[in-house]
């Protein structure tokens, strides 16, 4: 069993969101996505997906591609983004699901030896536009990923989280998000949200004891990145 990752996908089969308005850098992407999926995720992998799945504003308009995503090879864990309008409550999203595919919130999964948490997360205090009503999404986004790490820690288990907004900043300064995964011993923690230039404030790698890896689709070339064994242990 491989653990994969790809953020972000901006899916838009009923809506009109063509993605390369945002550059040619985004052209035919969900094309390329299915074919670099197809070509290393099998059956028996898992695929995380953290956040900004679908550009549909009501589940309804979501059906066609989250059908498309349990079409591809794999189990899939997914969490919300601050663009899935459409996920507006968790029992009705997961009705949607296949046996292959499984929506997080406010809980954990356990798949195989390993368990998977997470949250959407927020905009960190150390960004420049953060406002009173910013810290209170903080604060729920907070309690929320709390909420889901506690259930996950009971298992016992290496934990890998999905967060969609960056849970630290480019320099690796503390957050509350960085403090909570550290304190619950995670393994790895998987994020989306950043494009384009914006990739300049990714943290890549190793910090208090967890594996912080940006997976927005275009910053992987619209490929799954293999999360590395050893990363677990």
């Given at each position: 069993m491989a653990?994969?990752?790809?953020?972000?996908?901006?899916?838009?089969?009923?809506?009109?969101?063509?993605?390369?308005?945002?550059?040619?850098?985004?052209?035919?992407?969900?094309?390329?996505?299915?074919?670099?999926?197809?070509?290393?995720?099998t059956d028996s992998d898992i695929v995380c997906?953290?956040?900004d799945i679908s550009w549909a504003m009501t589940l309804d308009e979501a059906r066609s591609d989250l059908h498309w995503i349990q079409q591809l090879p794999g189990t899939k864990i997914l969490i919300r983004g601050n663009h899935d309008y459409w996920w507006s409550g968790i029992q009705k999203v997961r009705q949607c699901m296949d046996a292959q595919t499984?929506?997080?919130?406010?809980?954990?999964i356990r798949i195989g030896e390993v368990c998977f948490a997470g949250t959407r997360g927020w905009l960190l205090p150390s960004h420049p536009s953060f406002t009173e009503d910013d810290a209170k999404l903080l604060h729920r986004e907070e309690h929320r990923l709390t909420l889901s790490l506690e259930e996950a820690s009971r298992t016992n288990l290496p934990i890998v989280c999905l967060m969609h907004y960056p849970p630290v900043d480019s320099t690796g300064e503390s957050s509350t998000f960085s403090s909570l995964l550290q304190s619950y011993n995670v393994k790895v923690c998987l994020y989306g949200?950043?494009?384009?230039?914006?990739?300049?404030?990714?943290?890549?790698?190793?910090?208090?004891?967890?594996?912080?890896?940006?997976?927005?689709?275009d910053y992987l070339g619209f490929a799954p990145f293999r999360i590395p064994d050893e990363w677990l242990l």
């Open positions: 653990i994969y990752a790809i953020g972000d996908l901006h899916l838009g089969s009923s809506v009109n969101k063509p993605m390369d308005i945002f550059g040619a850098l985004w052209k035919d992407h969900v094309a390329r996505i299915r074919f670099a999926w197809e070509e290393r995720v997906i953290p956040g499984f929506a997080l919130q406010n809980d954990c949200h950043l494009h384009g230039a914006s990739h300049k404030f990714a943290y890549n790698g190793h910090l208090e004891g967890v594996y912080y890896r940006l997976v927005s689709s």
